[in-house]
């Protein structure tokens, strides 16, 4: 069964940029079948979608965010990578990496990671 | 943006007893709707897609209905692993993807 673990720094600085990457086990990010994505949760708040992004290129970013993110898919090391530039405290949250459909099978997210806390702090 | 609004904020329900949880979008969304369940320190499990869906693996006493702009998940006869956060969230439009924020159904 495809497993997902998301790495990188449980703290960040004020105006720097946040780096995480999530591992694919178990299965492929070449899959043609799926994006891969990121989303995240404040502390007691809603969850909230990020981007995502298809092996072969294509990618979607959640307009309130489009110009402070990028993801990338690295295909040698069956990863994918999240960049969230100029965070501030309000970037603080779970950041959760997920596999779902692709535009025209998108039926919710079915895999997630276990998901890690990134503090933003000055 | 479509916002979505999921009440109440908190259900208190005792074991056994049945669960009413409500979603409502701000405009339609057909019925492309998801329900998730997510326990403390866990990740979302998705539960149920296409507003009625169940997803694979998710027991019976897990039902979801609605279209357009009102969706209801019920939880029948509560056990004792069914107390969390539900979350809804609308995926209407390719890459628009919008939440709802949770409702706690706790133990009474």
């Known amino acids: 069964q495809l497993q997902l673990q998301e790495s990188g720094p449980g703290v960040v600085k004020v105006s720097e940029t946040l780096s995480l990457t999530c591992t694919v086990s178990r299965g492929s990010v070449r899959d043609s079948n799926y994006y891969w994505g990121w989303l995240r949760q404040p502390p007691g708040k809603g969850l909230e979608w990020i981007g995502s992004?298809?092996?072969?290129?294509?990618?979607a970013s959640n307009p309130s965010l489009a110009s402070r993110v990028k993801i990338s898919v690295d295909t040698a090391k069956n990863q994918f990578s999240l960049r969230l530039s100029s965070v501030t405290a309000a970037d603080t949250a779970v950041y959760y990496c997920?596999?779902?459909?692709?535009?025209?099978?998108?039926?919710?997210?079915?895999?997630w990671g276990q998901g890690t806390p990134v503090i933003v702090s000055s | 943006e479509i916002v979505m609004t999921q009440s109440p904020a908190t259900l208190s329900v005792s074991p056994g007893e049945s669960a009413t949880l409500s979603c409502r979008a701000s405009h339609s969304v057909g019925n492309n709707l998801a329900w998730y369940q997510q326990k403390p320190g866990q990740a979302p499990r998705l539960l149920i897609y296409g507003a009625s869906t169940r997803a694979t693996g998710i027991p019976a006493r897990f039902s979801g209905s609605g279209s357009g702009t009102e969706f209801t998940l019920t939880i029948s006869s509560l056990q004792s692993e069914d107390f969390a956060v539900y979350h809804c969230q609308q995926y209407n439009k390719w890459a628009s993807w919008t939440f709802g924020q949770g409702t706690k159904v706790e133990i009474k």
């Open positions: 992004m298809y092996y072969a290129g294509d990618t």
């Open positions: 997920a596999r779902h459909g692709t535009r025209f099978y998108y039926f919710g997210i079915q895999v």
